[in-house]
């Protein structure tokens, strides 16, 4: 089964501080990585996704991952982040369906806390 | 294009009842799952539907059953409902392409499920 870890549970920084959020998984076959972004009182949101090809990928609002397949790492990045950053963050391998999408197994979320 | 929508947003049921929690996925998508979020236990998979049928299952009692319409809209049940059970409840839909997992899961807002 796949499994995956979120290595910091809560993390603070200033306004134009550097971020870098470590997940690992399990290694299960097929492997299609996403961050998802959980603002306060919104719905989850895609942050960005891997599913093959150049191993470091960007998302939306700067944010970056890298993909390294010999550590089973998919670590997010953001070189300054804003206050608006604040939010959980979640990593989500996806084990694929056979005939359907497939499950997406959950980290326990990092929660981002940034100071202005 | 109309999101993810879950309806209701928020209910309050006794011990011993049941519920139903309704998702009506994006307009296309014909894949949907359930998650079942907790403060201790963080994001969970519960199932997935797909063309009607129940594709994948996650560690769930059996009190936890689901179904999807030929419309793609799925609803999810919990009979005699426990404490244990108040969680935010997360419906995702996607598509998917051809033999490529190549999409992601929009989610919806959720049901907040409060058991008293």
């Known amino acids: 089964a796949q499994s995956v870890s979120q290595h910091n549970h809560h993390v603070i920084l200033s306004e134009a501080a550097s971020l870098e959020l470590g997940c690992n998984y399990s290694?299960?076959?097929?492997?299609?990585l996403f961050w998802y972004v959980q603002y306060p009182g919104q719905h989850l949101q895609l942050l960005l996704k891997?599913?093959?090809?150049?191993?470091l990928v960007k998302g939306i609002k700067g944010f970056e991952a890298e993909f390294i397949k010999s550590k089973f790492s998919f670590n997010l990045r953001k070189p300054s982040v804003q206050w608006s950053d604040t939010a959980e963050y979640f990593c989500?391998?996806?084990?694929?369906?056979?005939?359907?999408?497939?499950?997406?197994?959950f980290g326990q979320g990092t929660i981002l806390t940034v100071h202005p | 294009k109309a999101g993810v929508t879950q309806t209701p947003r928020y209910l309050i049921k006794t011990r011993g009842q049941q519920v139903t929690l309704s998702c009506s996925p994006i307009?296309?998508?014909?894949?949907v799952s359930w998650y079942q979020q907790t403060p201790g236990q963080g994001l969970q998979f519960l199932f997935e539907?797909?063309?009607?049928?129940?594709?994948n299952k996650g560690n769930f009692p059996g009190r936890f059953s689901g179904r999807q319409f030929s419309n793609s809209r799925s609803e999810m049940n919990v009979s005699t409902l426990e404490l244990g059970d108040s969680a935010l409840y997360l419906c995702?839909?996607?598509?998917?392409?051809?033999?490529?997992?190549?999409?992601?899961?929009?989610f919806g807002q959720g049901t907040r499920l409060t058991v008293v």
């Open positions: 539907y797909f063309s009607e049928t129940q594709r």
């Open positions: 989500a391998p996806l084990t694929p369906g056979g005939t359907s999408y497939g499950k997406l197994t």
């Open positions: 891997y599913f093959s090809g150049d191993p």
């Open positions: 307009s296309g998508h014909r894949s």
């Open positions: 995702a839909s996607s598509s998917r392409e051809s033999d490529r997992v190549n999409t992601e899961a929009f």
């Open positions: 290694y299960g076959g097929t492997v299609n």
